[in-house]
């Protein structure tokens, strides 16, 4: 039986384009799209195994004007093998054709399940800063052709007037003797100013340099003890983006320089929120910088809004990000920004601040003073770890008919070729970047329904929860109900079986490397 | 004095915008940008000395139309420190704005110096395939879900059809060892089908990978001893490419996945030709894939021809690239498509050959008999090292006024804080990626000028050309005539004088690598 793709919960890489088209031929153009970006073969001599199992599957079209429809095409997983091949899947081919944009873009689970994202996201920064409750304000380090002094001078500046945040230009690059140079004496600088207000003003140099050198760049910020960088994804690689912020803990500042080839032309490219929101999350980007409605780019309000709810709603278990407005804000809009932008933004004042009346301090300082004044703030969240501020696993909220969110079920196929029947799998902690030593999942088995029977030398520990199930280990048959613990030790054969009418879920602990399971001694 | 950047042979990063703005706002607009791109603050704040030497300079403006002008504006060299960089200074927040787009590109003389580009470009292509005088033909191994044996398969017919070169279709992307196994098993198929026709069918594969392992796969490719491999520059990012093809001296051919959405929205990002003939061939390209205007793409044919140009003109001394039409080329227009790309055109059919009437093999036949009764064919250049099929540095026409195609010349100012006068200098051989041990330069002085006086380790060996001049050797006098030749040896303190009313030109070989110069034993 062909398999249904667009089941809810199938792992797929599911994409919305939007097609400038006749409608009369918005089908015909989507189910190219499926062909162009999987097999890019003449249609009738794709083999039925090939289609079945690799072409793109239309899983939608929808009218979205009188010249225009969406259409969602789902690809299977292994397409989102690394970002660069995701890229390619998403809109490698599709790019040459004319009217063909993407507008929505789910991730695959299996890809989240790979990924660690955001190093930091919302609560991580804030830790690292120590402010919580309000926005956060950050400024640039400019302009190229200033000496290391002069840019030592504005950041010691903006820390003192309490500044949050302090940033290279994304214009600042240099070879490595002058990088390391530069970096250290605004680290310097730095460190002095915060040693004078005892608060922690956070400085992240610009990481902009050749393909040899650039982890380089990232290694010495990282042994240089400093909190982060900033990065150009679309200018060095949103993979090479990706790899650096799995192999350095740091803060991840992404710039969007190059992005707007890709948003800014109606009908063509990439949408705002899945560029910017979306894929430079999944490059583990903790803060987002884009061009917000106000300030000299004057991006549209709705874009500006999905990269916001982008970097923000649940994805897999990915930590949340920051989106960072920028672009021009004048000093005397940025309170009502922040009120646009919300809570958890980073507010980017770059020029405004340098040519400020006050100064860069005074000026710095008032515009805190206006953003503590709208509000508030503390040393430490309202509540640990309140629900609103926690990232990623920290909780995650039960909804009715046990689901979890950020958390969807994903086929039960770890057994490999071992015989189960009617079971949901939930991957709650431990693939998701979290770098525990064990992984939490919650598995539930429908009425008839079993797990596969077998064995392995790792253990599990099963928690009883909904409705009940039996525990056949070694032969023995047991009950298990709603907070029942039980222990499966190495080389148990084991199975659990719901012999009743009603749905039996069982949470189960195991090691998160493990070893794969094989079939029971007596099968 | 303020530099005159606009000077013609001025060291400049120069590029041609498209804005699409009222005639009366183009000027600001391009100042604007020209700020944009360099140090981004406002214009008033921006110190003298910045503006003077940091800030972009818009050296012209021309009516494009009702509501466009050209802005050719011109930044300084340092901000092409990479091609990261570069694109960066060429687009990145300009891309944010709306109705910019780049048209032209001119790379600073610096940067080409610095580049190696394609690694056998025209010829060398040819002399690894042992065929000249007609276009080449490629096929891709596809689709994706294919056994290796079946795609293996395909290699071998269409090698023993007599294919040119067989390429992996970009969408496979695997983990390395099933990459290794592919690669070897198609290396292996071709290998065979070349011993029975006693020609040499190039096969490359497609090195897609995360940022942690492409190089992996490319120095496999390398190490298994095959000619090259396909890359994806926008999907695995420009300046990891060129470090790649620095790297390995393979075959690079770029495929334009992902490419559309800088070039296809009109008004707004890269035009064809800046990204897939420029740009492509800065990061060393050989071959540049593209969709042609037959096909299913059906790019325009003003932006095609523009790609051939670009892959195709003097660039530094890089060598000349390939442009390779693809996208869906019918077997019955591939002969018209040859003659109108030229004969240094690599055709790429991937469908059509798959799903022809006679079979991969018989097809490639038929293609390739249909291009030799346009073309002719040859295994060999019909005349050595041929002008019109040479490279790079193997000849460099010499112009009226001691001129050289593709060299312009570039200040003298090498020797530092050593005074100097009216020195023209012109690199001829030896920083265009030659990889040869000596430099060869020509240096013109005017009535009155001298060179600076200085001494180092290595040697100079000097030969008049035009006019007289005067060497100055550790204080001796000497004249130096059309082919006059001198040696200066190691630290003899030495300068070169015109004392006449007429140019005094010169050549000068030295070591590629080479010590600085210093003053004179007795200054």
Redesign the interface.
């Known amino acids: 039986m062909a398999p249904d793709h667009s089941a809810p919960g199938a792992d797929r890489i599911r994409v919305r384009y939007r097609l400038e088209t006749p409608p009369d031929q918005a089908d015909q153009l989507a189910r190219?799209i499926a062909v162009e970006?999987?097999?890019?073969?003449?249609d009738?001599?794709?083999?039925p195994?090939?289609r079945r199992?690799?072409v793109g599957e239309v899983e939608s079209l929808t009218r979205a004007g009188p010249a225009a429809t969406e259409a969602t095409i789902s690809y299977p997983p292994e397409?989102a093998?690394?970002?660069?091949?995701l890229?390619?899947?998403l809109?490698?081919?599709?790019?040459?054709?004319?009217g063909v944009r993407v507008v929505d873009f789910e991730p695959p689970i299996s890809l989240l399940e790979r990924l660690s994202g955001p190093n930091h996201g919302v609560l991580g920064l804030r830790r690292l800063r120590g402010i919580h409750g309000r926005p956060l304000v950050a400024t640039?380090l400019?302009?190229?052709?200033?000496s290391n002094e002069e840019l030592a001078a504005l950041a010691a500046a903006f820390a003192r007037g309490g500044g949050d945040l302090v940033k290279d230009?994304?214009?600042l690059?240099?070879?490595f003797v002058t990088f390391r140079a530069r970096v250290l004496a605004c680290a310097h600088a730095v460190d002095r100013a915060n040693e004078a207000t005892g608060s922690r003003c956070l400085y992240l140099p610009h990481a902009?340099?050749?393909?040899?050198e650039l982890e380089r760049y990232v290694a010495f910020v990282a042994e240089a003890g400093l909190p982060g960088v900033l990065v150009?994804p679309m200018?060095?690689?949103l993979?090479?983006v990706?790899?650096l912020a799995a192999r350095y803990p740091l803060v991840f500042m992404a710039h969007?320089?190059?992005?707007?080839?890709?948003t800014?032309?109606p009908?063509?490219?990439?949408s705002h929120g899945v560029l910017l929101g979306t894929l430079f999350r999944l490059a583990g980007a903790d803060i987002s910088v884009y061009?917000g409605p106000r300030g000299?780019?004057g991006?549209p309000e709705a874009a500006v809004r999905d990269i916001q709810t982008r970097l923000r709603a649940p994805l897999g278990g990915l930590r949340r990000a920051w989106p960072s407005p920028a672009?021009g804000l004048a000093c005397d809009e940025v309170t009502d920004a922040a009120v646009e932008s919300g809570r958890d933004a980073v507010l980017l004042i770059?020029?405004?601040l340098?040519?400020h009346p006050f100064g860069l301090e005074d000026g710095a300082r008032a515009l805190l003073d206006g953003i503590r004044a709208e509000f508030g703030e503390t040393a430490a969240p309202p509540e640990p770890m309140a629900a609103a501020e926690a990232d990623g696993p920290s909780r995650l909220a039960f909804e009715s008919d046990w689901q979890w969110t950020g958390r969807p079920g994903s086929p039960y196929k770890d057994a490999g070729d071992l015989a189960f029947r009617g079971v949901r799998r939930v991957e709650l902690v431990g693939r998701f970047g979290e770098r525990s030593g064990s992984d939490l999942r919650y598995f539930e088995v429908e009425p008839g329904g079993y797990t596969s029977h077998e064995r392995h030398l790792h253990t599990h520990v099963v928690i009883g929860a909904r409705g009940e199930g039996v525990l056949v280990l070694d032969g023995r048959r047991m009950p298990l109900r709603p907070h029942d613990i039980a222990c499966v030790g190495p080389l148990e054969s084991h199975q659990l079986r719901n012999e009743t009418d009603h749905p039996f879920g069982f949470y189960c602990v195991v090691d998160h490397h493990r070893d794969p399971p094989m079939p029971p001694r007596d099968a």
Request: proline content about 8%; some cysteine; aromatic content about 8%.
């Open positions: 190219a970006q999987t097999v890019e073969i003449p009738r001599i794709i083999p195994r090939i199992e690799v397409f093998g690394n970002l660069s091949e890229l390619g899947v809109y490698g081919n599709a790019s040459m054709l004319t640039a400019k302009p190229r052709g200033s230009d994304q214009n690059n240099d070879d902009g340099a050749p393909a040899e150009c200018l060095v690689g993979d090479a990706r790899m969007p320089s190059f992005s707007g080839a890709f800014n032309a009908g063509q490219g990439i061009p000299r780019f991006y672009g770059g020029g405004a340098l040519s």
